[in-house]
Each structure stands twice: as C-alpha cells, then as structure tokens.
C-alpha cells in the first residue's frame, strides 16, 4: 500500500504562486507514475498533469501548460506542483495520485492511490 498527503494548499491571490507538495509513504516502490487532479466546486474531479516516477517524463493537459508545473524528488517521495499566475478559476480541491505498475498508462484514469487533497483558493 502507498499512502499520499498533500500539502501546501491555501487562499491567494490572482497572480500568485503557489507550490503543492504530496508525500508518499508506505511501498513507494510500487509508484510507476503520479499526477495531479483537481475539483471545482460543483465540478468533476479532472485531470492536470503528470510524471513517470523513473525517468521524469512529463505530461500536461493544455489549459495549464506554462502555468503548472511538475516535478518529484525520488529521495524523498515527493511529488511538487508549481503553480503560477493563479486564476480564479484555479480554484479546487488539489488531489495527488498513484499508479502501480501494470496500471494502465492512460494518465486520465486507472490510479491506485489518493490522497485526501489540499485546498487551493484563488481570490480575484
């Protein structure tokens, strides 16, 4: 089992950054990728972005390009999300996930873990 914990989320302002953090613990050798959700209030749970644990390939729906950034540190079991020149519409529920190897490679569905997510708010 791998348990993921998200922090870092709070209220900012548009303009603002902001960089989230998910540890994971437990069998993090059974990470092959993780990524990033989010939930608008009164929306679906949606994909962002994510990255094979070895090897750091990277991927990135096209809304966030530019803005949103991926990385991991693998010593520490870390997934990071850089968030720049926040939006309002920013505004959701960050969730880390996991997949496991043998998970289908589809970034947008098929994770093993979750987190609990974090928070984000964007004031205008």
């Known amino acids: 089992q791998v348990q993921l914990v998200e922090s870092g989320g709070g209220l900012v302002q548009a303009g603002g950054s902001l960089r989230l953090s998910c540890a994971a613990s437990g069998r993090t050798s059974n990470i092959a990728a993780m990524s990033w959700f989010r939930q608008a209030p009164g929306g679906e749970r949606e994909f962002v972005t994510g990255?094979?644990?070895?090897?750091?390939?990277?991927y990135y729906v096209e809304s966030v390009k530019g803005r949103f950034t991926i990385s991991r540190d693998n010593a520490k079991s870390t997934l990071y999300l850089q968030i720049s020149s926040l939006k309002p519409e920013d505004t959701a529920v960050y969730y880390c996930?996991?997949?496991?190897?043998?998970?289908?490679?589809?970034?947008?569905?098929?994770?093993?873990?979750w987190g609990q997510g974090t928070q984000v708010t964007v004031s205008s």
């Open positions: 990255i094979r644990w070895l090897g750091g390939s990277t």
């Open positions: 996930a996991a997949k496991a190897p043998g998970s289908a490679s589809n970034w947008y569905r098929d994770y093993d873990y």
